[in-house]
């Protein structure tokens, strides 16, 4: 009998592909980074008023705070070393380093999704069942619910690493995607390796992170909407509130869900550019739609702005 020993092939480096044949990408990089500093500061300020003002010390703050941590998180995964990788020419990266990309870009982007079924089932509570608004959603089930999500994310996505560590690499070493992207990775073992299970993974993953919240986010706007109308609420600011989380949710999944459900009929270029997007607008755009869309929130930012303020101009003035 002989022993059924079988060697991994791992390669030392891979080869990032990106763009291929656009000509003036580097405006497009510039625009990137533009955006990863407008979201960094954004999802900051948002950070430092929840801290600094006790009124918004609520349990639905919790989870605001919590997504702009995220958007921070997932933007620091992803542009800086797209910019290093393409401004500088340094598209080689190891195969650790590699794994550890796709590993954190994939875990905060799960956590976006996460983060935003949570606040569509605080808007649900709070106005389909007002009432029991204070016992459902306290600060301690605001923290479970967070800490739950963050240990499932983490959890999906080291299976979904765990599985490449079992695929042999003896082809082609070149990722046609502008990160560590998980199908084209596995895709290159396809030919020396059972890649089954990695291939199941791509199409569960999707529907756990992005279609079944998805669809709760749905339902739960459409019960929403039915209490809005049979209830006598104060309408203007549950819509207003509401419609600030739905236009998050719409920038969100739209984008990414489009890409995935039509993957194999666009171009890389086309995959490349809407999913880099879907990646950077919406921790951009987060911060901005809060402030402007939710009044409490505005409020606070300008009482915020107002001692600041005072505090800079108190000195000069006493000079």
């Known amino acids: 009998w002989s022993s059924n020993i079988t060697t991994i092939i791992r390669p030392p480096y891979f080869y990032i ?40 010390h609520s349990p639905k703050y919790i989870a605001v705070l919590n997504l702009a941590f995220t958007d921070i998180c997932e933007t620091t995964a992803l542009v800086p070393k797209v910019l290093d990788m393409f401004l500088f020419g340094r598209q080689f990266i190891s195969y650790d380093q590699c794994l550890t990309n796709l590993f954190f870009v994939f875990v905060f982007l799960t956590m976006q999704s996460f983060n935003l079924t949570i606040l569509s089932y605080d808007r649900l509570v709070a106005i389909c069942c007002p009432l029991r608004y204070h016992m459902l959603v306290s600060h301690r ?11 499932f994310a983490v959890f999906i996505i080291l299976i979904l690493v765990g599985f490449i560590t079992r695929l042999s690499f003896c082809g082609s ?32 993953d999707p529907v756990v992170v992005l279609y079944i919240p998805m669809v709760f986010i749905i339902a739960s706007y459409v019960c929403i909407i039915h209490a809005l109308f049979t209830i006598t609420l104060p309408k203007d600011r549950a819509m207003k509130t509401c419609t600030s989380h739905l236009i998050l949710v719409a920038i969100f ?12 009929f666009i171009p890389t270029n086309i995959r490349i550019i809407n999913l880099s997007l879907t990646s950077v607008l919406p921790p951009m755009l987060n911060p901005i739609i809060y402030v402007l869309k939710t ?11 107002k001692r600041v303020a005072q505090r800079t101009v108190g000195p000069v003035k006493s000079t």
């Open 17 to 56: 592909s990106g763009f291929t044949g656009i000509p003036h990408m580097k405006y497009y990089y510039v625009f990137l980074s533009l955006v990863y500093i407008i979201s960094l500061m954004g999802n900051t300020f948002i950070m430092i008023v929840i801290y600094v003002d006790q009124s918004l």
């Open 253 to 264: 999944y739209l984008p990414i869900n489009i890409t995935y459900i039509f993957s194999s």
């Open 295 to 305: 009044e409490e929130f505005k409020e606070s930012s300008k009482r915020l702005l």
């Open 141 to 151: 089930s605001m923290f479970q619910l967070t800490g739950a999500a963050w240990a």
């Open 173 to 204: 070493v070149v990722i046609n995607s502008y990160f560590c992207d998980h199908y084209p990775l596995f895709s290159l073992a396809a030919p020396c390796s059972d890649v089954l299970p990695n291939d199941v993974m791509s199409y569960l």
